[in-house]
């Protein structure tokens, strides 16, 4: 089992930069690909980025591509996502997510547990 708690979310103008973080319990944090994604106001929930167990490896949605960066500290039992050149199109609630299947990296069936969500506003 393991909770998620994302935190960082905000109200940053278009150009600004945010650092979300997700807190995960549990001793098995490090055996878990991470993930996050996002949802807007009547869309479904989109991936954004993917890392692997020991961070080796990244994917990225190509929206996000060379502005984000997903990160974490096994140490820590944390995963980060550095935000940078926000746009008003990246306005939405992010939730973190962990899985162990090798499938299904960039989409919401392919992981186990989920946070409750952070908030992301980019005004114009």
């Known amino acids: 089992q393991v909770q998620l708690i994302e935190s960082g979310g905000g109200l940053v103008q278009a150009g600004g930069s945010l650092r979300l973080s997700c807190a995960a319990s549990?001793?098995?944090?490090?055996?878990?690909?991470m993930a996050w994604f996002r949802q807007a106001p009547g869309k479904e929930r989109e991936f954004v980025a993917f890392i692997t167990w020991n961070g080796g490896n990244t994917c990225y949605a190509d929206s996000v591509k060379g502005r984000f960066t997903i990160s974490r500290d096994n140490a820590k039992n944390t995963v980060y996502l550095h935000m940078n050149s926000l746009r008003p199109e990246d306005t939405a609630v992010y939730y973190c997510?962990?899985?162990?299947?090798?499938?299904?990296?960039?989409?919401?069936?392919?992981?186990?547990?989920w946070g409750q969500g952070t908030q992301v506003t980019v005004s114009s």
């Open positions: 549990g001793r098995t944090f490090s055996s878990y690909r």
């Open positions: 997510a962990a899985g162990l299947s090798v499938l299904l990296i960039t989409t919401t069936s392919g992981y186990n547990y």
